[in-house]
């Protein structure tokens, strides 16, 4: 069993930044593939970013180039730097750790989730 909790949401304006931080328990987090994930209101849950345990990144096209994804294996813990925050940015973000057996992005995919921190941005 792998537990999760996120942190570092909050209220911000557009075009500011937040960096959300999730952290896990267990003794092999650097084999973790982990993800970010976000859901708003009346939405389904959507792909926001996700690294592999080597360290490769990847991006859903609506944060390209604003989000980026990042680890530290001795501190159990993945980020989630936000830049340039939009409205639409606005939702529950979610970190997961995909199952080992899986490829992509799906959130069938995902075996363990945190409970979600909220991010509101106004304009």
């Known amino acids: 069993q792998v537990q999760l909790v996120e942190s570092g949401g909050g209220l911000v304006q557009a075009g500011g930044s937040l960096r959300l931080s999730c952290t896990a328990s267990g003794r092999i987090f650097s084999r973790y593939t982990m993800g970010w994930f976000r859901q708003a209101p009346g939405k389904e849950r959507e792909f926001v970013a996700g690294?592999?345990?080597?360290?490769?990144?990847y991006y859903g096209d609506s944060v390209k180039g604003r989000f980026t994804i990042s680890r530290d294996n001795a501190k159990s813990t993945v980020y989630l730097q936000t830049n340039s925050l939009k409205p639409e940015d606005t939702a529950v973000y979610y970190c997961?750790?995909?199952?080992?057996?899986?490829?992509?992005?799906?959130?069938?995919?995902?075996?363990?989730w945190g409970k979600g921190t909220l991010v509101t941005v106004s304009s």
């Open positions: 997961a750790v995909r199952n080992m057996y899986m490829t992509g992005w799906s959130t069938s995919g995902m075996d363990y």
């Open positions: 690294i592999t345990s080597s360290g490769t990144t």
